[in-house]
């Protein structure tokens, strides 16, 4: 089941879209339910069945018991990194990464509470992000207690400076869950994921899962096939 709403934010300027995906059986009881935080959430929602309304978090997923919060960002590429890349190191003048802290704050301190309050979330938070979106999710990971864990679809990482890896290191837990997905099928080029991966591994973190496919690619039909993985392992007890 698949709802949505809309918000006036005046700090983002902007007029913010959030869809719900509500697991099977949400309205016969009255449990609570592990969240995910999706960005970039139009890369789900834009793709669902129209005719039943339903997310396809592939086969293995069918019977999870998450709510998927999807939030949807701006059209606009600039705007979009500025919301989602507080490490921004490219060209493009019209980025403004102190926007994204701005956001940040706003999907913890306001979306979220309104979100438990509007549906019954329990407190297993996780953030999960595709290309930059997991620049954004590694973020609210190491910056906000709230986040359980995070998972990461093709970390576009070549648009960050240096902060972006000490707050890692600096603001590092252990025990927050970390879920890796690359697809190789076009790309052969893995030397960033390839350090990503062994720097927050150095880490030592309790609990890891990398999703490394060579017949796979970094689209949303890629993504599509392994979100079941996700969603399986974080809610793994």
């Known amino acids: 089941m698949v709802e949505g709403f809309k918000l006036t934010v005046q700090k983002l300027k902007r007029i913010l879209k959030v869809s719900i995906s509500l697991p099977a059986g949400y309205d016969q009881n009255n449990d609570k339910y592990p969240c995910v935080l999706a960005f970039d959430g139009q890369l789900l929602f834009d793709f669902l069945d129209e005719k039943t309304k339903k997310m396809d978090l592939s086969v293995s997923a069918s019977h999870s018991r998450s709510i998927i919060v999807g939030i949807h960002s701006p059209k606009i590429e600039a705007w979009r990194m500025s919301e989602?890349?507080?490490y921004y190191n490219g060209n493009d003048a019209s980025v403004?990464?102190?926007?994204?802290?701005?956001?940040?704050?706003?999907?913890?301190?306001e979306l979220l509470p309104y979100l438990k309050?509007?549906?019954?979330?329990?407190d297993d938070?996780?953030?999960?992000?595709?290309?930059?979106?997991?620049?954004?999710?590694t973020y609210l990971q190491y910056h906000y207690s709230v986040i359980k864990g995070m998972g990461l679809f093709n970390p576009n990482l070549?648009?960050?400076?240096?902060k972006f890896y000490e707050d890692i290191e600096t603001k590092f837990d252990v025990n927050k869950k970390i879920y890796l997905y690359k697809g190789d099928k076009v790309d052969g080029e893995i030397t960033e994921f390839y350090n990503f991966y062994i720097r927050l591994e150095a880490l030592k973190p309790i609990s890891s899962k990398?999703?490394?496919v060579n017949d796979s690619d970094n689209t949303y039909s890629g993504f599509?096939?392994?979100l079941g993985s996700f969603i399986e392992y974080i809610e793994e007890k």
């Open 96 to 109: 403004e990464p102190v926007l994204s802290i701005i956001y940040f704050d706003y999907i913890i301190n």
């Open 84 to 86: 989602l890349n507080p």
């Open 158 to 162: 070549d648009i960050v400076n240096e």
């Open 125 to 137: 938070i996780y953030a999960l992000g595709f290309n930059e979106g997991t620049i954004a999710a």
């Open 210 to 212: 990398i999703d490394y």
């Open 224 to 226: 599509e096939k392994y």
């Open 117 to 122: 309050r509007k549906y019954r979330i329990s």
